[in-house]
């Protein structure tokens, strides 16, 4: 939805933070089934793919095979390992009130499902998207620093007028990102973990690029939202993650991003780590690398 969209505040029924009640009691078994076709799907695929943390997070938080879980319910333990909350909204909401969420460690879900003929691939980020792709992550004392530390900057990038690269870094991690471990890339984008083909993809087609995970580049890489990533960013682990986030100023990145032009999304630059070259980039440099 663009940012005009959301002009006339929040819609009826939903407070002025954009937060309702999630009314778990009103889904239907059919939207109960839905959640436990997909997490069944997915969580029979994951082993092996996902990165541990996420995993740890999905069975601490029991979001069970019997359907869409009671937000009340998992906060008692997200709140209990993390100080993370999950929240219900109607859907995207203003950056804005996104930022200060996360800067309050209060993680806002689409209380909506998507439907049985959906199962693939949906417009907004659904419960299943939000719920599944992204809660369990935020049982990782890391990675919840990092939302956090993400949300406080999100605020900081409004005021800078950054937003889109910032929303760049947001996209390239916390949604579609890959960490390195002794045993190979794992996922813990929510975006791949929540979606069966990119579950497959991300890891195992050799057409985009994997590429080692650097701030400043990833802000200069834009990012498309209808189709599997031609990159993806590899970070070492989430501890270098957080630090890349705490501790850098931004501002001279933001000053320099005035000028730096994006770099085209399919591209290798010399300075890049490359843990595997794209056959679509070899393919754009007429097959000679
Ligand atoms: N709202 N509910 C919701 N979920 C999101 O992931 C979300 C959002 N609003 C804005 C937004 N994401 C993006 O602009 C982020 O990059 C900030
Ligand atoms: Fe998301």
Redesign the pocket.
């Known amino acids: 939805m663009s940012a005009d969209g959301f002009a006339n505040g929040p819609p009826p029924g939903a407070r002025p933070d954009?937060t309702i009640d999630q009314g778990w009691d009103s889904y239907s078994q059919a939207e109960h089934d839905v959640w436990i076709t997909l997490y069944e799907r997915q969580a029979s695929l994951l082993p092996g793919r996902a990165c541990d943390p996420f995993l740890r997070g999905l069975e601490a938080l029991d979001l069970h095979r019997t359907g869409i879980p009671d937000f009340n319910r998992i906060n008692e333990e997200l709140q209990r390992l993390t100080g993370w909350s999950v929240v219900a909204?109607p859907?995207?909401?203003?950056?804005e009130?996104?930022?200060d969420h996360l800067a309050n460690r209060r993680f806002?879900?689409?209380q909506f499902i998507r439907r049985a003929d959906q199962l693939d691939y949906l417009q907004e980020?659904d419960v299943f998207h939000?719920v599944f792709g992204?809660v369990p992550m935020l049982t990782d004392p890391v990675f919840a620093d990092y939302m956090q530390a993400y949300g406080k900057g999100?605020q900081r990038a409004l005021g800078y007028g950054h937003?889109h690269n910032?929303?760049r870094l947001?996209?390239y991690t916390v949604e579609f990102g890959l960490l390195q471990t002794p045993r190979g890339l794992r996922i813990y984008g929510a975006g791949i973990v929540s979606s069966l083909a990119e579950s497959i993809f991300a890891l195992d087609d050799p057409s985009p690029n994997r590429l080692g995970f650097d701030l400043e580049r990833v802000m200069r890489t834009p990012y498309r939202i209808d189709d599997f990533q031609q990159v993806y960013f590899v970070i070492p682990s989430l501890q270098s993650l957080l630090d890349a986030t705490t501790q850098t100023d931004f501002a001279p990145i933001y000053s320099r991003l005035e000028t730096a032009a994006d770099v085209p999304i399919a591209e290798v630059l010399s300075q890049d780590q490359v843990f595997t070259r794209g056959t679509q980039a070899y393919a754009a440099a007429g097959g000679r690398l």
């Open positions: 954009w909204v859907g995207l909401v203003p950056d009130v996104f930022f806002p879900a689409g980020p939000d992204h999100g937003l910032l929303a947001y996209w």
